[in-house]
């Protein structure tokens, strides 16, 4: 039983690194029926800046590992923008249904080539805040970058719900999500949410990557995997709901510790694939998700 409950543990701090960048995912679906597949390399480019001002290389470090995350978030904010503008923006303009996939890929494949040419294609320690030495909870041990993860990514989420709902911008957004069209009569720039959707979506991504950098190796390829996880975590929670994006990153954090553990390591990715394969098959919009009808 103490096994497994720090299995729980362990799955539930890597499940809700997967919910923030699926939630980032969900950000800019709702806005521009739009998703940005270099998801994991803003995770990736956020751990690798966090990393410079934080950390022992390229002079550092600058800053500690709290005053640096604003700098990340606003590194992130930036690159999510150049997406958009490059990627994302000449596509919606000509109506294309694929070049926003192909332009997405092709910046993702960039970022991860002129982050292996700054950072190298080793993998580097990224320094913990916190102390390494465990806290005893009971019959499980617990590191304290694992609260932080949990706490951070619940807050991130927590702040974005409250911004939607509380701000006259907030409101723009929820306006272009649930209709673009009519936003745009009503004297919204539905161009300007996109931009900030996108912005926001790489943000938290970029905060994603400096909550687990800790906890792992940093270097050019880690958002790779992570965010093919994400975008699965996404299709299994729902691309409308950020609830699912909680629950399916639980699901799929919890699930791939207890298979790494009971079955073999070599075996941890496949619960993910084979639940989003079953979720599609059975409820194709998610598990929270709501079913888009369109009228032509």
């Not at 951070?152 to 649930?178: C, D, P």
């Not at 905060?207 to 965010?227: E, R």
């Not at 996404?234 to 079955?263: K, N, P």
């Amino acid at each position: 039983m103490d096994v497994l409950l720090q299995l729980l543990i362990s799955g539930v701090s890597l499940g809700m690194i997967y919910a923030v960048i699926a939630f980032g995912y969900q950000l800019t679906f709702a806005t521009s029926a739009t998703l940005n597949f270099g998801q994991g390399e803003a995770l990736m480019l956020g751990a690798l800046v966090g990393l410079s001002i934080a950390g022992s290389i390229h002079g550092g470090p600058y800053l500690n590992y709290w005053l640096m995350i604003p700098l990340v978030l606003i590194f992130g904010a930036l690159q999510g923008t150049l997406v958009e503008w490059i990627a994302v923006r000449p596509a919606i303009k000509i109506k294309s249904e694929f070049g926003w996939i192909m332009s997405t890929i092709a910046l993702m494949i960039i970022f991860r080539n002129v982050a292996e040419n700054i950072w190298g294609k080793d993998d580097l320690t990224f320094p913990s805040p916190l102390s390494a030495a465990p806290i005893q909870l009971g019959p499980v041990n617990v590191q304290p970058m694992q609260i932080v993860v949990v706490l951070g990514a619940l807050a991130m989420m927590l702040a974005v719900e409250i911004f939607n709902r509380k701000t006259i911008y907030g409101k723009a957004v929820v306006a272009t999500s649930n209709d673009r069209d009519a936003a745009g009569l009503m004297g919204i720039n539905t161009g300007a949410v996109i931009t900030f959707s996108y912005a926001l979506s790489s943000a938290s991504a970029a905060f994603a990557g400096v909550l687990v950098a800790p906890l792992t190796l940093t270097g050019a390829t880690m958002g790779a995997s992570l965010g093919l996880k994400a975008f699965a975590v996404a299709i299994i929670g729902g691309l409308t709901s950020g609830v699912g994006a909680i629950v399916g990153g639980l699901i799929l954090g919890v699930a791939e510790e207890l298979t790494g553990y009971y079955v073999a390591s070599g075996y941890k990715e496949v619960p993910g694939l084979v639940l989003l394969l079953l979720v599609l098959a059975v409820k194709p919009a998610g598990l929270f998700g709501k079913l888009a009808i369109k009228k032509v």
